[in-house]
């Protein structure tokens, strides 16, 4: 067949087809446009990153820390000024401000630099359009106009952080390297690092992020930068290091673990897009039997027939793909819009052509992948069925089921390898590590849809043997409408498949948010902590654990752990480097969370050794958590050497510790006998549980008390968390609905295939003297049982599935909750319903004759 | 009979077929034997049942046999796959169904038009189209779809659709069975005219004696086997 008589014949059979295709269109279109979108945006972003890479630094080269240089770090950056690299300094720290006009301090985002030198490239820009040193000059401060609006200052007023006062003199509208920035949380606060000292925020041991930038002389960049960037990373060996010749590996990581997440998300729409194309393929296809035989009848081969519709499906795959590409470049200025609050600049929206080609090679793959099965049904289909349509449904042997069925089975084989490619392609890593996310993907898509299947098949299989118990006595219309469930050729089981999985992604994002948000916010577990007190010093711990014993609002327990940051350095004098710390354990070659306690931590059990009796033992002692020790291979008697803050401790492990409490502090891997830590600076937090009401209060007697301590309400932060949750949950609950869609196309199309049996069913027993209202009870009763045993299945499934992510991945408890559960039950019957009658309501209005003559 | 001089249209021996349901085996066809002359007008009949449809379906090679042979203008076709069959229907075969089997998504003229595009006859296909619509009288209805149509007027596009490719064999299954007397005077008229214009071999399945009267020739089927062939 010439190819232009097969676009003839493929558009002839669309034509009637419009809403149907539309959807199809609809289904590829939102899969490509989010993929596309998101992957367009990522590429668009680093090749950004890349141009601008000493912009978005402010510098040639930078250096991220969380610790003060050592004295031998310091002779480093001596050497450099000798060859007259030029170097300044930024500390980044989070802090409470406060005015007499404010109701509560507001925690912010402190950010010191020296504005004679920052930034080496880019500006700051200010509302005022005021230079830096300016602003800066004096007891005077620059925030962010988000400040003003949460604090409901203005300019030129003076307020409160640490222990000094400051005015403020500047609104910034624009950091280069904000990008860069280490902290995000609240509103920012701009200060000279004399004034850093002023407000007393600096501490000995506190974890402030330290950034040192470089400026290499003019033209000498790229012949110096190797051997400085060698020497920095011997150097600082926790460092974060970026130069201008790349993308800044912090947002890059971030950038690619976003691609990556939103990719993958962005394919399941895609697949369940697919699946729905199939299942519209295939009801187009079951519609189309009759036509089908007809033509195999006039000559048609399945060959020319195949091709008519793989041309169709090809072209309603590159519609989708290029409606899809529109709908991504959306996508790709939306994205700026979305993340203005964490990045200032947005890149240009780029028309590459790997994106088109992506889009469509995309679109293709994955419609063609799945209308495969439906297309290869076309050669089963025998032009005898114009005669001898009752001989549907007789089971074959299974010597011709195979021999029919090996193509299509081979054909979902490819579906796999298809999908699990797709998977890996959009996973930006090594082979071996996107072929296993690819095997992890398409393995736990199988596994979802298989688990489902079985059970779609047990709880038919039950209600059939419902039916059949002689005790129940169901009403006629009852039975017959579930006898409908086991029609031949009611795809009852795919439908529920479909159905339930679209329930349980929807129920499961809105259980898993309501849970999360509703249980740490207002009904934390008891005991659980919900406000935080940051950089308490040694000096404060005492009083601030009486402040909080007393304060207003504060229930249970007052926990204050110390906290600092450890290099293992030697285990019996043995040093741990990269050659004996290898895999899982290689870790602990980077500065570990440590602490010390007199006390054993709640819930916790001694697996070897004992705890420490006597405190005053003149032997510094140490607990390790098992998995540690297990890494580090740790015994009781181990002698262990350590630094922190440059300074040397060393301990022997009296014990190796289990702990199950997820209070925060209480997992700490690495506990020091008392003393043990006293040569080195620690900081302290504490974690309270307050009434939320009474909080603020408690915010502004501690910041009145100790300015330099930060108290953060967890409720805050949580106000952030659902932002983004809330934002995830959006893309989720949108795919869910195309899980949905796909299972009313399934139920729609299962119900155009039996159509023909359903009308000379309903012809009889109108003839038989049924009532409309009797036949549209049965088929009522039909597709409510679908509606109801999906809702049951996708609602027992969500409940398990939120219930094993909270407990196991969340750390969470989780409640049953009757509401949503109900809801999703109803809703689905309801959706199942209205999907049924759409389909089949011009069924009721045969007339007997009419059918019962062309018998 | 046969004329032993020229090569007949179709040729059946000892045919036979059975069908496997879930419990047991139906013998449909039982041992069917007999030949056609080209250009013969032949009318099987026989009550519902008597596997007279079934035979129809052997004959254009729309289902497989169980045994026996069939050979149209000579070809055995028992043994050809299902493209070669549909390659054969398209060279040899046209087809009128007692229940049209139009194409519903296709204009009359495309629904004509069709057997040529399989076939990937080109050249002046559209105007064959036409004339044969013309012919049944359709010429002004030809942009109009199957459904606005009335059952006499489907039957006529089924008619022009089944000589469009002016096959030697043309096979009818009860054409008039779903039409009134006045339409189905009508089509057999045209069928029985188009056929003599063409010169086709015409087998006709029937059971309504005053069309099987038109044949030449009439084979009476009963259980699957044939009772009664006369001329």
């Known amino acids: 067949m010439r190819f232009s008589t097969a676009l003839r014949l493929a558009w002839r059979d669309s034509r009637n087809s419009a809403a149907k295709f539309a959807f199809v269109i609809l289904a590829v279109a939102v899969g490509v446009g989010s993929l596309t979108g998101v992957r367009g945006f990522s590429r668009a972003f680093r090749s950004m990153l890349l141009k601008d890479a000493r912009t978005l630094m402010a510098a040639d080269l930078s250096v991220r820390v969380f610790e003060l240089p050592t004295p031998a770090q310091e002779k480093i950056f001596d050497d450099f000024t000798a060859q007259s690299i030029d170097r300044t300094w930024i500390t980044e720290t989070v802090s409470m401000l406060s005015a007499p006009q404010m109701s509560t301090p507001l925690l912010v985002a402190v950010k010191a630099v020296d504005p004679a030198k920052y930034p080496f490239y880019g500006e700051v820009r200010t509302a005022a359009n005021a230079g830096l040193p300016s602003i800066l000059e004096g007891p005077n401060i620059a925030v962010s106009d988000d400040l003003l609006v949460r604090s409901g200052l203005k300019e030129g007023a003076i307020v409160r952080l640490g222990t000094a006062e400051f005015t403020i003199k500047g609104v910034l509208t624009y950091e280069p390297d904000r990008m860069a920035g280490s902290v995000n949380v609240g509103p920012r606060v701009m200060l000279t690092r004399a004034n850093l000292e002023l407000a007393g925020l600096l501490r000995e041991g506190s974890r402030s992020s330290q950034r040192f930038l470089f400026k290499f002389p003019s033209g000498q960049a790229d012949a110096m930068i190797l051997t400085a960037r060698k020497q920095l990373a011997s150097a600082f060996p926790d460092a974060v290091i970026a130069d201008y010749r790349e993308t800044h590996p912090l947002i890059t990581r971030g950038l690619n673990n976003a691609t990556t997440f939103l990719s993958l998300v962005s394919l399941i729409a895609l697949v369940v897009g697919a699946l729905g194309v199939a299942m519209a393929m295939q009801s187009h296809l079951q519609q189309k039997l009759d036509s089908i035989a007809v033509m195999k009848a006039l000559g048609g081969r399945s060959s020319q027939i195949l091709h008519v519709y793989l041309l169709q499906a090809t072209l309603l795959a590159l519609a989708g793909g290029g409606i899809g590409i529109l709908l991504g470049a959306g996508v790709q200025k939306a994205f700026p819009l979305l993340i203005a609050g964490f990045f200032p600049i947005a890149p240009n929206v780029q028309f590459e052509w790997i994106s088109i080609a992506e889009g469509f090679g995309l679109s293709l793959l994955s419609t063609l992948l799945f209308v495969l099965p439906p297309l290869l049904e076309i050669r089963q289909i025998k032009p005898i069925v114009i005669f001898r349509r009752d001989m549907e449904g007789v089971p074959k042997p299974w010597r011709e089921w195979w021999r029919e069925q090996r193509a299509s089975l081979a054909a979902a084989l490819l579906i796999c390898l298809g999908l699990a490619g797709m998977a890996a392609f959009l996973i930006d890593a090594n082979w071996a590590v996107a072929a296993r996310v690819g095997g992890w993907f398409v393995g736990g898509l199988i596994g979802a849809l298989l688990l489902l299947a079985g059970l779609s098949w047990a709880l038919l299989k039950l209600l059939r043997r419902l039916v059949k118990l002689p005790a129940l006595k169901l009403p006629a219309l009852a039975r017959h409408g579930l006898a409908n469930l086991y029609r031949p050729g009611n795809r009852a089981e795919a439908v529920l498949v479909a159905f339930s999985l679209g329930v349980m992604l929807t129920l499961t994002i809105y259980l898993l948010q309501s849970s999360i948000i509703g249980q740490i916010s207002a009904s934390a577990p008891p005991g659980m902590p919900n406000v935080f007190l940051i950089n308490i010093t040694n000096a404060d711990r005492l009083p601030v654990a009486a402040f909080l014993k007393s304060a207003p609002g504060v229930e249970g327990d007052v926990a204050i752990v110390a906290t600092a940051a450890g290099h293992l350095k030697s285990i019996n004098n043995t040093a741990q480097n990269e050659t004996n710390l290898v895999g899982p354990a290689k870790r602990f070659l980077r500065a570990r969370t440590i602490t010390w306690s007199n006390e054993m931590p709640p819930q916790t059990q001694i697996v070897e050794g004992k705890w420490w009796n006597n405190p005053g033992s003149a032997e510094p002692q140490l607990s390790v958590l098992a998995d540690a020790a297990k890494a580090l291979n740790l015994k009781p008697g181990t002698l262990t050497e350590w630094e922190v803050s440059g300074r040397k401790v060393y301990a022997r492990v009296a014990a190796i510790h289990r702990n199950e409490s997820v209070r925060p502090g209480s997992n700490t891997e690495f506990v020091f006998s008392p003393g043990a830590l006293d040569s080195v600076p620690v900081l302290y937090f504490g974690a309270i549980r307050a009434r939320p009401a009474l909080i603020s209060q408690l915010q502004k007697a501690s910041f009145e008390k100790f300015p330099a301590i930060t108290v953060i309400n967890l409720a805050d932060v949580l106000v952030r968390v659902q932002e983004v949750i809330d934002q995830v949950a959006l893309v989720v609950r949108f795919i869910s609905a195309f899980a949905i869609l796909a299972g009313m196309i399934i139920l729609a199309s299962s119900i155009a295939g039996s159509r023909l049996r359903r009308v000379r069913e309903v012809v009889i027993l109108k003839t038989l003297g049924a009532t409309r209202a009797k036949v549209a009870a049965i088929f009522s009763v039909e597709f409510l049982l679908l509606g109801l045993v999906s809702g049951v299945m996708g609602s027992v499934l969500a409940v398990a599935f939120t219930n094993v992510l909270l407990t196991r991945l969340l750390d969470a408890q989780f409640q049953f909750d009757w509401a949503p559960n109900g809801i999703a039950i109803f809703g689905s019957a309801l959706i199942a319903m209205f999907a049924g009658w759409m389909a089949s309501y011009r069924i009721l209005d045969q007339k007997p004759l009419e059918v019962l003559r062309d018998e | ?231």
Request: aromatic content about 4%.
């Open chain 2, 1 to 231: 009979m046969a004329n032993p001089n020229t090569r007949p249209a179709i040729r059946v021996r000892e045919l036979h077929k059975s069908i496997a349901t879930a419990t047991h085996t139906v013998d449909i066809l039982r041992g069917i034997d007999f030949d056609v002359p080209q250009g013969q007008f032949v009318a099987i009949m026989g009550a519902s049942g008597s596997g007279k449809s079934t035979l129809l379906g052997l004959l254009a090679g729309l289902d497989t046999v169980t045994s026996g042979s069939i050979q149209l203008d000579g070809e055995e076709i028992t043994g050809l796959n299902e493209d070669s069959l549909a390659r054969l229907r398209a060279r040899k075969l046209g087809f009128v169904f007692q229940s049209y089997q139009l194409i519903p998504t296709l204009t009359a003229e495309e629904n004509v038009l069709l057997p040529a595009e399989l076939a990937g006859a080109a050249g002046n296909a559209a105007a064959r189209a036409r004339a044969l619509l013309d012919d049944v009288g359709l010429a002004d209805r030809r942009d109009h779809y199957p459904v606005q149509l009335s059952g006499g007027e489907q039957q006529r596009v089924a008619l022009a659709r089944a000589f469009m490719l002016q096959p030697p064999i043309l096979m009818a299954d009860e054409p008039t069975g779903n039409l009134d007397s006045a339409n189905g005077a009508h089509v057999l008229e045209l069928l029985l005219n188009m056929n003599r214009k063409e010169g086709t071999t015409l087998i006709l399945v029937t059971h309504d004696p005053q069309v099987a009267a038109h044949a030449g020739r009439r084979i009476q089927m009963r259980d699957g086997v044939i009772v009664s062939d006369e001329i």
